[in-house]
């Protein structure tokens, strides 16, 4: 980890300017391929060295050069080295200040602090407008086809359900993003898909077509669209069944009575839900399904015929994302090298899992909201901890665990807990105990907020944001000292790969038979062994469809909570003690604990010599809820910054912190206390609840502790205060080092 403020900005800016002259713009030669981060064996590696990137995402570029300066080199302070980025590029004159110009300085910026990017802005693809009919060249079409633009309300290319099956709005959304892809960066000479600071391209964000439209979301658009994909999905019938009789075999006569083989009036059903009306109107065919009693679902059809929709539906939106997949890899160096995915998410379903298996990686995200309890007898009330649960990151269903395919890098596009949150400190520790487990590769951080300007005094002074008047502001940590110090040292653990993953990861195959299965698309019984599985064998899921049967290949828990024993064990050094409530990591490069040392006992001690000791907790006059004698709830960890043994190490960080909130703070978890549990009181329960976000100055709980360690002895040391400016200075001694809490110490750096 590097600590430097951002001395000289101006000269850095004048540098920046001069890195190439006008006229080489986009003539540079292109960098050797073994300067791009590339895909081998299953993993990211830069060279011949794996790498792993915590990244971070945030309203980026700032609005000055300077401040996007100053940004990066906070960013890099914190322990990032990956921005996931969201700008598309605008036009510019370099150094104009205009936001196009912003955009591609903060790009620069990164590559001076060798930092990556993940780009989130290729699918940023403007709107579909009537004169974009000429994109495909069909005069019988295009008439209708410019009526129903102009008939439609959504006119965004990205997420529009209809690009899966229209040619033009297709073709239209490959055309802008490679002309984003093409983008010349002033201030590299580079297009960006030539350029090796990037290294993940994604073609979509949540976009979750399948997701969506088993659920009939394509019913919201211009009608004549959805006679095309009607069309279309006739066609496909004829194409595998020949002839009304062959269809009616297969289907065992399952055909409703206005439905024709030869008419190709066909509904594109079951969904999961009844939208025959709307399809039988959409056709042009008679219906009397008009009552409630009268709906059909899943249930009311034979399963070839559900199969068929299924299969039918995949295959639209696999031809779509592979031909888009295609175009974008062929693109430039960073393209062909590096990661283009698929989409992000959706966790939960079968059928979009398998079309990212199709991407170069599989990529996913989660979000812990429930992080206070409604019944005034818990223990911890009004609060909640991870580490006296069994584990998981989601709420009932995991999003994140069981999605690790073998071969293929694994990245998180966003996680976070939800502020208010008083046991927050542990949640980096619970992500790359995962990420350790399932032996992940990018992790990114939601959300770090707006760059302050470059001149104003101590920025992050300011109150922790938590859950307002939408859940995705209880997501922000870019004032949260206590999580940020945490998080600090987890990145050292990740992206050194200081935890072994587990051995022998046990692996899930679904075939055919569930694949085209509706009442298996969120996986059946079997996703119950998901949670336990993964958390103490690892996991890797394979979804083949053909493949006639499903199998499991090693241990399985049958489900959470059923003879589940305590500590949970993935290898010997993880372990996770919930009955006792805390965390623990324990390897030649780290010593870890988080979690209540008061039911631990009074030392904690490490096989790799590393003891603490003495520990006490100082709570701030007004603090809204104090650490008691009875928790003592800390997080602790000293982490090789070089992926060395701590004995061996040229540099590690040491982060010892336990909670905060802003002065002022009132919560009320009485609100939702008689309110049935579901994912809208989940996110917006916390935002009822608090009465008074509060304000600076945040009162932090500052933890002392004495570290024995004799690996550290003649290391020197500095503590630093959370704008990274040096508090105190000193050298180990007789492998001992005592941390204070008389001074606000952000992280404590060591170096030999």
């Not at 011949?48 to 990066?72: E, L, M, Q, S």
């Not at 992080?371 to 989601?394: A, G, M, Y």
Request: with cysteine; proline share 5%; hydrophobic share 40%.
């Amino acid at each position: 980890m590097v600590y430097r403020t951002a001395k000289s900005l101006c000269i850095a800016l004048v540098l920046g300017a001069m890195v190439i002259s006008a006229q080489d713009v986009g003539k540079q030669k292109l960098p050797a391929d073994d300067a791009y981060v590339a895909i081998r064996d299953g993993h990211l590696y830069l060279k011949d060295t794996r790498v792993r990137y915590w990244g971070v995402i945030g309203k980026f570029p700032a609005k000055t050069h300077a401040a996007n300066i100053a940004c990066v080199k906070r960013l890099k302070g914190l322990g990032f080295n990956m921005v996931r980025y969201w700008p598309r590029p605008e036009p510019y004159t370099r150094g104009d200040g205009s936001r196009g110009d912003l955009i591609d300085h903060f790009l620069w910026a990164l590559k001076q602090e060798d930092m990556k990017v993940w780009y989130a802005g290729l699918n940023n693809c403007g709107k579909i407008a009537p004169e974009d009919v000429d994109i495909v060249n069909d005069s019988a079409t295009a008439g209708d086809w410019v009526a129903a633009v102009k008939e439609m309300k959504h006119t965004n290319i990205r997420n529009h359900p209809a690009r899966i099956w229209d040619t033009r709005i297709h073709a239209l959304g490959i055309k802008r993003m490679s002309a984003i892809a093409n983008h010349v960066n002033q201030y590299t000479g580079l297009r960006y898909a030539d350029d090796p600071v990037f290294v993940v391209w994604e073609l979509a964000n949540e976009e979750w077509w399948f997701h969506r439209n088993k659920r009939g979301k394509f019913m919201r658009i211009p009608a004549w669209f959805r006679r095309d994909l009607y069309r279309q999905w006739n066609a496909f019938l004829h194409d595998k069944y020949k002839t009304a009789d062959a269809l009616a075999t297969a289907w065992n006569n399952n055909i409703l009575d206005q439905e024709s083989f030869e008419e190709q009036t066909i509904m594109m059903l079951p969904l999961i839900g009844d939208f025959r009306d709307d399809q039988a109107a959409t056709l042009g065919v008679k219906t009397d399904a008009t009552s409630e009693q009268q709906q059909y679902g899943p249930e009311d059809f034979c399963g070839t015929r559900g199969g068929d929709v299924i299969e039918f539906m995949v295959k639209i939106l696999l031809d779509h994302k592979m031909a888009e997949y295609r175009a974008v890899k062929k693109l430039g160096k960073s393209t062909h090298l590096g990661a283009v995915i698929m989409d992000n998410g959706v966790g939960w379903d079968m059928q979009t899992q398998y079309v990212l298996q199709f991407g170069d990686a599989i990529s996913h995200d989660s979000y812990i909201n429930g992080t206070f309890h409604t019944d005034p007898r818990h223990k911890r009330f009004p609060w909640n901890s991870q580490v006296e649960e069994l584990p998981k990151i989601c709420w009932d269903k995991p999003w994140l665990e069981h999605n690790r395919m073998a071969g293929k890098p694994y990245f998180v596009y966003e996680i976070q807990i939800i502020q208010p949150a008083k046991y927050r400190a542990e949640f980096p520790m619970e992500v790359v105990k995962l990420a350790a487990t399932q032996d992940w590769d990018i992790i990114c951080w939601h959300y770090w907020g707006f760059p302050p300007p470059a001149d104003e005094k101590n920025p992050y002074d300011k109150p922790m944001d938590y859950i307002s008047t939408h859940y995705t502001q209880g997501y922000h940590f870019q004032y949260d000292e206590v999580q940020s110090s945490a998080m600090a040292a987890a990145a050292e653990i990740f992206k050194n790969g200081l935890l072994k993953p587990a051995p022998d990861p046990t692996t899930f195959v679904f075939g055919g038979q569930s694949f085209y299965n509706w009442n298996m698309n969120t996986y059946g019984d079997i996703g119950d062994m998901f949670l336990p599985t993964t958390y103490r064998y690892g996991m890797r899921l394979l979804i083949d469809p053909k493949r006639e049967k499903d199998e499991i290949t090693g241990h399985r828990i049958r489900s959470r909570g059923i003879y589940e024993p305590c500590p949970i064990e993935p290898n010997e050094q993880i372990s996770h003690d919930w009955q006792k409530g805390h965390l623990i990591f324990d390897a030649p490069g780290v010593a870890m604990y988080t979690g209540f040392m008061a039911n631990y006992g009074d030392n904690i001690a490490f096989s790799n010599g590393v003891t603490l000791r003495k520990v006490s907790i100082d709570n701030p006059q007004g603090i809204a809820y104090p650490v008691g004698e009875d928790e003592k709830y800390i997080e602790f960890c000293i982490a090789s910054t070089d992926g060395k043994s701590l004995d061996k190490t040229q540099k590690a960080v040491l982060s010892l912190v336990s909670t905060g909130f802003n002065k002022g703070f009132e919560f009320d978890p009485t609100v939702f206390s008689e309110a049935e549990w579901s994912h809208v009181r989940e996110w917006m329960g916390n935002a009822k609840a608090v009465k008074n976000q509060g304000t600076t100055p945040v009162l932090t709980a500052r933890v002392k502790g004495e570290i024995i360690a004799p690996a550290l002895s003649g290391m020197q040391y500095t503590m630093r205060d959370w704008h990274l400016r040096p508090l105190k200075r000193g050298v180990v001694k007789g492998g001992k080092l005592k941390i204070p809490n008389s001074l606000p110490i952000y992280i404590t750096e060591l170096t030999r």
